[in-house]
T-cell receptor
Framework: DTGVSQNPRHKITKRGQNVTFRCDPI?????LYWYRQTLGQGPEFLTY????????KSRLLSDRFSAERPKGSFSTLEIQRTEQGDSAMYLC??????????????FGQGTRLTVV | AQSVTQPDIHITVSEGASLELRCNYS??????LFWYVQSPGQGLQLLLK??????LVQGIKGFEAEFKRSQSSFNLRKPSVHWSDAAEYFC????????????FGKGTTLSVSS
């Protein structure tokens, strides 16, 4: 078990470009979460999946943001037409549910996005 | 609205001294409370969590936290701080045990002086 893996670790992009991040959760974890963390702030929830179903989206997730988890394993987060305000650390986490039991959410190291 | 407040942005303690990090929450239902630690270049690591039962919970690395419903607080404590404890600490509240859609505070940065 290698933990939650996020790629790339760093991304610099020009304003207006599209970017895509990938998250590989801990194997057999059926829940996957995306958070965004800006400087001096705590992480803010964006969205989460149970298996391949996207069950909740924050109002922070504007129309330029889209997340997928097509086979219930890895997930991608795409930001279209990036803006400088999108510069942040994007964190992924995963957890496992079995009936009413839930594990804690394990976080990856994040992808730091800088929009110039 | 649901929220978490960590009143102290930055705290410095001497190595070996005791530590208390404050956390206040606002949540309409029964809160599921968490403390996470984030070291530079590392992901968030769960220190401890409170769901129900004993209001004093023990976590990893010698940390403990006490849930006080009357004060809407969940303060983190450690009796003797080590230099390796220097990091950023986040308090969070969630809707369930897995911490779905966690609401985090802004964090407290802990520095440890020798």
């Amino acid at each position: 078990d290698t933990g939650v893996s996020q790629n790339p670790r760093h991304k610099i992009t020009k304003r207006g470009q599209n970017v895509t991040f990938r998250c590989d959760p801990i194997s057999e974890h059926n829940r996957l979460y995306w958070y965004r963390q800006t400087l001096g702030q705590g992480p803010e929830f964006l969205t989460y999946f149970q298996n391949e179903a996207q069950l909740e989206k924050s109002r922070l997730l504007s129309d330029r943001f889209s997340a997928e988890r097509p086979k219930g394993s890895f997930s991608t987060l795409e930001i279209q037409r990036t803006e400088q305000g999108d510069s942040a650390m994007y964190l992924c986490a995963s957890s496992k549910t079995q009936g009413i039991l839930n594990t804690e959410a394990f976080f990856g190291q994040g992808t730091r996005l800088t929009v110039v | 609205a649901q929220s978490v407040t960590q009143p102290d942005i930055h705290i410095t303690v001497s190595e070996g001294a005791s530590l208390e990090l404050r956390c206040n929450y606002s949540y309409g239902a029964t809160p599921y409370l968490f403390w996470y630690v984030q070291s530079p270049g590392q992901g968030l690591q769960l220190l401890l969590k409170y769901f129900s039962g004993d209001t004093l919970v023990q976590g990893i690395k010698g940390f403990e936290a006490e849930f006080k419903r009357s004060q809407s607080s969940f303060n983190l404590r450690k009796p003797s701080v080590h230099w390796s404890d220097a990091a950023e600490y986040f308090c969070a509240v969630g809707r369930n045990q897995a911490g779905t859609a966690l609401i985090f505070g802004k964090g407290t940065t802990l520095s440890v002086s020798s």
